[in-house]
Nanobody, 114 residues
Framework: QVQLVESGGGLVQPGGSLRLTCAGS????????MAWYRQAPGKQRELVAD???????HYRDFVKGRFTISRDNAKNTVYLQMNSLKPEDTAVYYC????????WGQGTQVTVSS
């Protein structure tokens, strides 16, 4: 059974940083392209960034230059380093296998506010 557990969210001031962690189990983690998504209040969930099994990274324009996705296959973990946070980054952040319809975890809340 695939389980994905996100952590590391919180309340941060504009311009601040957070590092999100996603721990996976029940899957051959190292073979999967993994992704971070987010869902803001009243909006649909959207892709933020993804990282292939080989380490190739892709970012949506709205986080380019501010967020960095990385992974540690030995720990079945994927990270999202978020810098220069803006109020519009406020959302619940989820990780998942890229393109998967299932396996959504509980997410972690990120609130950017002064």
């Amino acid at each position: 059974q695939v389980q994905l557990v996100e952590s590391g969210g919180g309340l941060v001031q504009p311009g601040g940083s957070l590092r999100l962690t996603c721990a996976g189990s029940g899957l051959i983690f190292s073979s999967k392209t993994m992704a971070w998504y987010r869902q803001a209040p009243g909006k649909q969930r959207e892709l933020v960034a993804d990282i292939s099994s080989g380490g190739s990274r892709h970012y949506r324009d709205f986080v380019k230059g501010r967020f960095t996705i990385s992974r540690d296959n030995a720990k079945n973990t994927v990270y999202l380093q978020m810098n220069s946070l803006k109020p519009e980054d406020t959302a619940v952040y989820y990780c998942n296998i890229y393109g998967a319809a299932d396996y959504w975890g509980q997410g972690t809340q990120v609130t950017v506010s002064s």
